[in-house]
């Protein structure tokens, strides 16, 4: 089966070196209370309903036959009852509602990617795979990679780094150019309890990938207020890289508009902070990481 890509990102400067284009992939092993893209956490096709695009013309509620439309709730669909027929969206004037996810060929893929070539040749850019975790999809990317590849384009992976190991190795890891790893949580208790899954998979993942010679790797830490920016958790994760010898990590200040997104997918969201860092809070970050290099936030 294909899988679900979110959104396609053209033009991109934030995920990786130079210009870039980001495929976003459906599904991820991880299930973080404070996800920035929760719309690929599913590998299922979903319906986004964005209430601040909504015209309240209610053509919506008149075309589904299944009485999925609920006016008296703000999350406007009832999940249970939708087949996702799309009858809602195709007479949406406002383009509130909207699918979470579509399927795309390799050829439908790569004709994208191509257009943006002089992009990417002109400023030493190419494409990131994100999600998600694209590594949920690893036969689809071996078969993208290689047509990608013929092209000599830059391949980015943003991973959490949960995949098997040496299927990973086999499949895609030739192909990949450079890794953006995220380290959320050191402690395996409490990666559980905010990531739904344990850290030791990852942990040797990213240990396994630092042998390999033709890898370039960043580690990436999340910075989620109270819940991964604890003085603790910060402490260890910077004890843990230097004691493999890494002077640059990327540390990725908390961005809180990812809360509306959980409200379009009809879900009450478990963290709940809708303020940005305070300076307090970046200082204190900086001084952890002060023997490393990092980009300034």
Not at 52 to 65: A, H, Q, Y
Request: hydrophobic share 35%.
């Amino acid at each position: 089966m294909k899988p679900l890509i979110v959104s396609i990102k053209r033009n991109s400067l934030d995920d990786g070196p130079g210009i870039r284009t980001v495929l976003f992939f459906k599904g991820c092993p991880l299930a973080c209370i404070w996800c920035q893209n929760p719309e690929t956490k599913s590998t299922a096709q979903e319906i986004l309903f964005e209430k601040n695009n909504c015209l309240d013309c209610r053509e919506c509620g008149k075309i589904c036959d299944l009485g999925a439309i609920d006016f008296s709730t703000p999350y406007r669909i009832d999940r249970e009852l939708c087949n996702l027929c799309g009858d809602c969206i195709a007479v949406c004037k406002g383009e509130a509602l909207t699918f979470a996810g579509k399927e795309y060929s390799i050829d439908e893929l790569l004709e994208i990617i191509l257009k943006d070539t002089p992009f990417y040749d002109n400023s030493g850019g190419g494409i990131t795979l994100t999600g998600g975790e694209p590594t949920f999809h690893m036969n689809y990317l071996r078969e993208l990679l290689e047509k990608v590849k013929e092209h000599e384009i830059h391949v980015c992976l943003e991973t959490c780094g949960y995949f098997k190991y040496d299927a990973f190795k086999e499949k895609i890891l030739d192909k990949i150019d450079l890794i953006y790893f995220d380290l959320k949580i050191y402690d395996e208790k409490n990666h559980k309890t905010y990531c739904k899954v344990s850290n030791q998979i990852i942990l040797k993942n990213f240990e396994l990938l630092l042998k390999e010679d033709s890898i370039e790797i960043l580690p990436r830490i999340p910075l989620i207020p109270d819940v991964t920016s604890t003085t603790e958790n910060l402490q260890k994760l910077a004890d843990y890289l230097k004691s493999l010898k890494i002077n640059d990590v990327g540390l990725l200040p908390y961005n809180p508009l990812w809360i509306s997104k959980t409200e379009a997918l009809g879900i009450k969201a478990e963290y709940t902070r809708s303020k940005w860092m305070t300076n307090k809070e970046k200082k204190i970050i900086k001084e952890i990481f002060s023997d490393f290099k990092f980009r300034d936030f």
